[in-house]
């Protein structure tokens, strides 16, 4: 069943060419939430024990003389994944309700994005794995190069150029398995003995691939820059799963096939997510635009991440994988209202601007959104990034005490960025001008001279706030299937 999430986004992607533009967004919809629905019938129906393994779902010769299969699969982490996919694509659409401007391509080229990374999570065919991971880059591309905003020609090409970059370590890693391992199944692949000389070098190339567009420090520039050039859309998929295909990869292939190698570099991968934590949350303090501020911030969020993996046990990349699904929608949450509810009325996103702007009163539904937002992006107790980041930190505690102490200074830069975007944004003082504000025409403080937030808007805020509060408080929901899937993977063994 579980596979029909990838069918029926290909499906409403080519229903999009044929169909009138009156369809299209009407469309987008019901195969995003046909997509959801899935998972969540899949997340309900299907025991614990039974997402312990990865395994599989559908398996069909593809290419017989290369050991070609179209094999699919599912654990607890994929179907995380899957879920997460699901909840942000639906708000991609909701979020993206009013787009006129060719209506039938912006999302086609969306649900080209969703089904490629549906494609990822489910793979178990390395090559299989790679296809999708690379057809998720084309479609990146046109929708940040025809629909973005700021320097969207650069932000498109610049990220089209790291992802290839990446692909490029990636295929040669992927080479190597399938010349030595004598196969492109990864759960054969999983159980084949690689020789320690050779783990030592090709696990590198292999996670370093991936982590390119995971955003790892120093390979991330792509990520602020291309979130500010991207439409919301773009970069509420770019921050909420396309960052994550990276990690996801990251573990489900180059942690599993190369666990000697990932031994051996494990504590690089610590100090480099370490680094990437307190490095983008200073330079998140110092942005002036709004969604520069939450690229970084996502970098940031996304070190946690390396650093789970980096902790090499159980409880640590459990709390990577819950990262990824918290990140995944609290960062589309931030975006939504950075892109959406603020740009689309106030035409700016200068924090300096929008201080003088007073929008805490004009638009109270989404100083409210943020506020929340914020909160879970800072770690609260009760919403899902606290509960992500405290099992990381506690994993981490175990291998690398002082990694924890460093991530604890940058978890205060953290809040500092995140308030400080938090008050110029829309608790700011009325007639406190710079030379930015005074160059914005708009200047408006009263609510009735804005657009009112939309019904959409309104769904998909409420559904990212409730998901990301619903995992705060009860995060065993989730890591009830993610800790046993993890805990067989070989490189814990």
Request: aromatic share 14%; with cysteine.
């Given at each position: 069943?579980?596979?029909?999430?990838?069918?029926?986004?290909?499906?409403?992607?080519?229903?999009?060419?044929?169909?009138?533009?009156?369809?299209?967004?009407?469309?987008?919809?019901?195969?995003?939430?046909?997509?959801?629905?899935?998972?969540?019938?899949?997340?309900?129906?299907?025991?614990?024990?039974?997402?312990?393994?990865?395994?599989?779902?559908?398996?069909?010769?593809?290419?017989?003389?290369?050991?070609?299969?179209?094999?699919?699969?599912?654990?607890?982490?994929?179907?995380?994944?899957?879920?997460?996919?699901?909840?942000?694509?639906?708000?991609?659409?909701?979020?993206?309700?009013?787009?006129?401007?060719?209506?039938?391509?912006?999302?086609?080229w969306l649900l080209l994005v969703v089904g490629g990374c549906y494609g990822v999570f489910l793979s178990a065919d390395l090559f299989l794995l790679f296809?999708?991971?690379?057809?998720?880059?084309?479609?990146?591309?046109?929708?940040?190069?025809?629909?973005?905003?700021?320097?969207?020609?650069?932000?498109?090409?610049?990220?089209?150029?790291?992802?290839?970059?990446?692909?490029?370590?990636?295929?040669?890693?992927?080479?190597?398995?399938?010349?030595?391992?004598?196969?492109?199944?990864?759960?054969?692949?999983?159980?084949?003995?690689?020789?320690?000389?050779?783990?030592?070098?090709?696990?590198?190339?292999?996670?370093?691939?991936?982590?390119?567009?995971?955003?790892?420090?120093?390979?991330h520039t792509w990520a602020p820059t291309g979130h500010a050039a991207a439409p919301t859309a773009g970069s509420m998929l770019l921050a909420g799963i396309?960052?994550?295909?990276?990690?996801?990869?990251?573990?489900?292939?180059?942690?599993?096939?190369?666990?000697?190698?990932?031994?051996?570099?494990?504590?690089?991968?610590?100090?480099?997510?370490?680094?990437?934590?307190?490095?983008?949350?200073?330079?998140?303090?110092?942005?002036?635009?709004?969604?520069?501020?939450?690229?970084?911030?996502?970098?940031?969020?996304?070190?946690?991440?390396?650093?789970?993996?980096?902790?090499?046990?159980?409880?640590?990349?459990?709390?990577?994988?819950?990262?990824?699904?918290?990140?995944?929608?609290?960062?589309?949450?931030?975006?939504?209202?950075?892109?959406?509810?603020?740009?689309?009325?106030?035409?700016?996103?200068?924090?300096?601007?929008?201080?003088?702007?007073?929008?805490?009163?004009?638009?109270?539904?989404?100083?409210?959104?943020?506020?929340?937002?914020?909160?879970?992006?800072?770690?609260?107790?009760?919403?899902?990034?606290?509960?992500?980041?405290?099992?990381?930190l506690i994993g981490a505690w175990k291998t690398f005490p002082i990694a924890v102490w460093i991530a604890g200074a940058g978890m205060v830069l953290v809040?500092?960025?995140?308030?400080?975007?938090?008050?110029?944004?829309?608790?700011?003082?009325?007639?406190?001008?710079?030379?930015?504000?005074?160059?914005?025409?708009?200047?408006?403080?009263?609510?009735?001279?804005?657009?009112?937030?939309?019904?959409?808007?309104?769904?998909?805020?409420?559904?990212?706030?409730?998901?990301?509060?619903?995992?705060?408080?009860?995060?065993?929901?989730?890591?009830?299937?993610?800790?046993?899937?993890?805990?067989?993977?070989?490189?814990?063994?």
């Amino acid at each position: 069943m579980i596979a029909w999430t990838f069918y029926l986004t290909f499906g409403g992607a080519v229903l999009l060419l044929l169909l009138p533009r009156a369809f299209a967004r009407w469309i987008a919809l019901l195969t995003t939430i046909a997509g959801l629905v899935l998972g969540v019938i899949v997340f309900v129906r299907t025991p614990i024990a039974d997402l312990t393994h990865f395994t599989t779902i559908v398996r069909v010769p593809w290419v017989p003389p290369l050991g070609m299969n179209y094999h699919l699969a599912l654990d607890g982490v994929s179907l995380t994944m899957v879920l997460v996919t699901g909840i942000s694509a639906v708000n991609t659409v909701l979020f993206s309700w009013d787009v006129e401007h060719r209506q039938n391509e912006f999302f086609f080229w969306l649900l080209l994005v969703v089904g490629g990374c549906y494609g990822v999570f489910l793979s178990a065919d390395l090559f299989l794995l790679f296809v999708f991971y690379e057809l998720v880059i084309v479609p990146k591309y046109f929708l940040i190069a025809i629909f973005g905003s700021t320097n969207k020609e650069y932000g498109a090409m610049k990220l089209t150029l790291y992802s290839f970059f990446g692909g490029m370590f990636v295929f040669v890693g992927i080479l190597i398995a399938y010349v030595t391992g004598g196969s492109l199944d990864l759960n054969q692949l999983s159980q084949f003995e690689f020789s320690p000389q050779l783990q030592s070098w090709a696990f590198p190339v292999l996670f370093l691939g991936f982590a390119v567009l995971a955003g790892i420090w120093p390979l991330h520039t792509w990520a602020p820059t291309g979130h500010a050039a991207a439409p919301t859309a773009g970069s509420m998929l770019l921050a909420g799963i396309v960052m994550k295909l990276g990690s996801y990869a990251g573990l489900r292939v180059a942690m599993n096939l190369f666990p000697q190698g990932f031994q051996m570099w494990s504590k690089w991968i610590a100090v480099l997510a370490v680094i990437g934590i307190v490095y983008a949350a200073a330079v998140a303090l110092r942005q002036r635009d709004l969604k520069f501020v939450i690229g970084y911030s996502s970098v940031s969020h996304m070190g946690f991440v390396l650093l789970g993996f980096g902790t090499a046990n159980a409880l640590g990349v459990s709390g990577a994988v819950l990262q990824m699904f918290s990140h995944g929608v609290i960062a589309a949450l931030l975006f939504a209202v950075a892109g959406r509810m603020i740009y689309r009325r106030t035409h700016t996103r200068e924090l300096d601007a929008l201080s003088g702007m007073n929008l805490g009163r004009a638009m109270p539904f989404a100083a409210f959104t943020f506020v929340v937002a914020a909160a879970a992006s800072m770690g609260i107790p009760g919403f899902s990034g606290f509960a992500a980041e405290i099992t990381i930190l506690i994993g981490a505690w175990k291998t690398f005490p002082i990694a924890v102490w460093i991530a604890g200074a940058g978890m205060v830069l953290v809040a500092a960025f995140t308030l400080r975007a938090l008050k110029q944004s829309f608790f700011g003082e009325k007639g406190v001008q710079d030379e930015v504000t005074k160059a914005t025409t708009v200047t408006t403080l009263g609510r009735e001279e804005f657009n009112p937030i939309t019904i959409p808007e309104k769904i998909g805020a409420c559904m990212l706030m409730l998901t990301t509060l619903a995992v705060g408080i009860y995060p065993k929901l989730l890591l009830d299937r993610i800790t046993p899937a993890v805990e067989t993977m070989r490189f814990l063994k």
